[in-house]
């Protein structure tokens, strides 16, 4: 089945760093990533949505500025956490959708990565 | 209005008994309707789909869609403690390019031993 990869699994920084999150699909060829958010206890919230070679599609209230988002090639996109603070901390989760896949209901998770700022 | 409504529970069953999870939504354009699990500290992981009304069986699980109440389930048969989890009901539409995919909250089940 198709996978989904992200790294880290975990990072913890200080307030006011910036922090990278990679997303990748490892076999199979993605045009489009999203990125969601989940605090404990509650549902995955799209932050926004990434398409390859594109500008990213950020959902209303999410700052462009402060999440950047890159999708460089059909396997990877990244997210960037820039001057991070604690109320930043969350689980970030990323999905794929597959290039060739012909049905709009599949997207392909990735294991996730906890964010702390300390 | 939520565009998908989900019970956030949490839900306790005793180990053995039959679940039902559910959601309801209001657009009448969704095309596909999920039902994700999500082990604590995991991402989520796709259990079932179907994108028309009536039954869809899988093994213990069975996805149930309702369009014309705008009501979908999921039924667990003969539960185990290790189908304790989190179960996101997905839905999602594509229409003049435009994929739009809305998740649920999540309902929060434990299967007790």
């Known amino acids: 089945g198709a996978v989904v990869s992200q790294h880290p699994s975990w990072v913890i920084c200080k307030s006011g760093t910036s922090v990278k999150i990679e997303c990748r699909s490892l076999d199979f060829q993605a045009t489009t990533m999203f990125w969601y958010r989940q605090f404990p206890k509650q549902s995955l919230m799209l932050m926004a949505t990434?398409?390859?070679?594109?500008?990213?599609?950020?959902e209303q209230g999410v700052e462009k500025d402060k999440f950047l988002i890159n999708h460089a090639s059909l396997t990877l996109s990244t997210l960037t956490v820039t001057s991070a603070h604690p109320e930043d901390s969350s689980f970030y989760i990323c999905s794929a959708r597959d290039l060739y896949e012909g049905f709009s209901y599949e997207q392909y998770f990735g294991p996730g990565t906890r964010l702390t700022v300390t | 209005q939520k565009e998908v409504e989900q019970d956030p529970g949490p839900l306790s069953v005793p180990e053995g008994a039959i679940v039902s999870l559910n959601c309801t939504y209001s657009?009448?354009?969704?095309?596909?309707f999920m039902w994700y699990r999500q082990y604590s500290r995991k991402g989520p992981e796709l259990l079932m789909y179907t994108y028309s009304s009536g039954n869809k069986e899988d093994g213990r699980f069975t996805a149930q869609v309702d369009k014309s109440s705008k009501y979908i389930s999921l039924f667990i048969r003969d539960s185990q403690p290790s189908d304790s989890a989190t179960y996101l009901c997905a839905m999602s539409l594509t229409t003049s390019g435009t994929y739009k995919y809305i998740f649920g909250t999540g309902t929060r089940l434990k299967v007790l031993a």
């Open positions: 990434s398409n390859e070679g594109s500008k990213a599609t950020y």
């Open positions: 657009n009448s354009a969704f095309q596909y």
